[in-house]
């Protein structure tokens, strides 16, 4: 099997408990809500690598550490790159901080999408809200290493046209005659001229070979749980479908037990999960 | 004679008929006609009479609904290989919302007095095809819970 950044970078830092200091070189904001930082090491210049879908803890000094996927490209090693929604205490001040502040990062931590396995599959990646953010690196892995795959389809759903992340790469990933991107939101009005409606909807209408197909899934949970029976329905089976879960994730090293799902910690175990191994689990309301 | 060959493919290769059976569909053909609209053109406003539904061909349909002081909101839209309409099956037969070709769009109509009409005459074809709409609106109310809850907004406490 060819090694591709997808595998390299799996193994855990030499200490994964104590956080490096970083320095953040960029500040972009995405959304009202969501904003890009780019992080450099505040010492050394070692490049960071990392597996697509895999997460840092960001620690912000004196506030907090929170759970943050990388939504960079894995072959950029020169700098760590996260989209954040302010959702809480910690990303609220993550959002705060300015180009040359210093955060803590801890990682990168997690299982990765399995790309080694979808190679020669058609991929379905399919992504909701800021949950594209996770799958962004996978993609840039599958387009930079494009003849490794059948098929690659992206279908993205949002809350309105204002809310769509990564507008501008959505349009040029759209441009290309060897991807195509399809992209719904809940609600518009006329001026928006694109498919209203959930993403599964966009599913059914993709044209590719479910058969050998492999889904990459990754947004709000109640999302995945309707993704999955759409794809069983076209003929995608549930050992060929990963999901990305997430979870009150502290230590990210398995020793905490916050992040605790059913008998799998979501920080180790995951957070990215073959369907078929955590099905049972994804409607216990109580998990 | 009316001849129905044209809109007997047309209906044959719609994946909302497929599988009828050969009559039946002879017969839904002999209520079919082919439309087409241009990208803007209203197909048809709410509170107008429903006496069509329409299965999409080619093109895009966003269904609207109008609220006074707003401006137009899209509840959904239909693309090819779907159908839209159903307020013809349910009194007062008026529809409830807008239908807007958001591209230019071929859509076959079918008329609901002549479906009704047929229907009567043969029970078993509107069993068939009450079938085929039934998953149709299962869906949609689906797909509507969904945007109803906004999954992708901030979580409560945070709005």
């Known amino acids: 099997m060819p090694a591709t950044a997808a595998t390299a970078a799996t193994a855990l830092p030499a200490d994964p ?16 809500d969501t904003f890009t930082v780019d992080l450099v090491p505040a010492r050394g210049k070692a490049p960071f690598r990392f597996a697509p879908g895999q997460f840092n803890m960001l620690y912000v000094y004196g506030v907090g550490e929170v759970p943050i996927s990388i939504s960079g490209d894995p072959a950029d090693g020169a700098r ?28 990168p931590f997690g299982t990765p999408w399995p790309l080694d396995l979808t190679e020669g599959c058609d991929v379905l990646i399919i992504g909701g ?5 996770p799958l962004r ?13 059948g098929k690659v389809c992206l279908f993205y759903g949002a809350r309105t046209p204002d809310d769509i992340l990564f507008r501008g790469e959505l349009e040029k990933w759209r441009g290309r005659f060897d991807m195509f991107v399809d992209v719904t939101v809940d609600r518009a009005t006329g001026r928006w001229a ?28 109640v999302m995945m749980r309707f993704a999955v029976p759409t794809l069983n329905e ?42 078929d191994t955590i099905s049972k689990l994804f409607n216990v309301r109580e998990l | 004679m009316v001849k129905t060959g044209g809109m007997y493919d047309l209906l044959a290769e719609h994946p909302f008929f497929a599988g ?16 087409r609209f241009e990208a803007g053109q209203y197909i048809f406003h709410e509170g107008e009479s429903a006496d069509k539904f329409y299965l999409v061909r080619h093109g895009m349909v966003a269904l609207e609904f109008h609220v006074p002081g707003r401006e137009q909101t899209v509840l959904d839209t239909v693309h090819k290989g779907e159908i839209f309409g159903w307020s013809w099956m349910v009194s007062p037969y008026t529809w409830s919302f807008d239908a807007r070709a958001v591209e230019l769009c071929r859509l076959v109509s079918l008329d609901a007095k002549c479906l009704r009409g047929k229907f009567d005459a043969d029970n078993s074809l509107g069993y068939d095809l009450l079938r085929r709409f039934i998953p149709v609106m299962a869906e949609r109310l689906s797909a509507a819970r969904m945007q109803m809850i906004d999954m992708y907004g901030q979580p409560p406490d945070r709005k």
Do not use: W
């Open chain 1, 17 to 32: 408990m104590v956080p490096v200091p970083y320095r953040i070189t960029r500040v972009a904001r995405e959304l009202s």
């Open chain 1, 137 to 149: 690196p996978a993609i840039y892995e599958v387009l930079n290493n494009r003849d490794r795959y």
């Open chain 1, 194 to 221: 694109g498919p209203v409606g959930v993403v599964t909807q966009l599913i059914r209408r993709g044209g590719f070979d479910a058969y050998h197909a492999c889904a990459l899934v990754c947004g709000p949970e």
């Open chain 1, 234 to 275: 076209i003929g995608v089976a549930n050992d060929r479908i990963f999901v990305s879960m997430e979870r009150n994730m502290k230590c990210a090293v398995g020793f905490c037990g916050h992040c605790q799902f059913g008998g799998a910690f979501v920080c180790k175990d995951g957070p990215v999960f073959r369907y």
């Open chain 2, 20 to 35: 009828m059976d050969k009559g039946r569909m002879e017969v839904v053909a002999g209520c079919a006609m082919n439309e």
């Open chain 1, 80 to 107: 760590v790159r996260h989209t954040i929604r302010a959702v809480g205490t910690v990303t609220d001040a993550l959002r705060r901080l300015k180009k040359g502040a210093m955060v803590g990062l801890r990682g």
């Open chain 1, 129 to 133: 809200g800021v949950g594209l953010a």
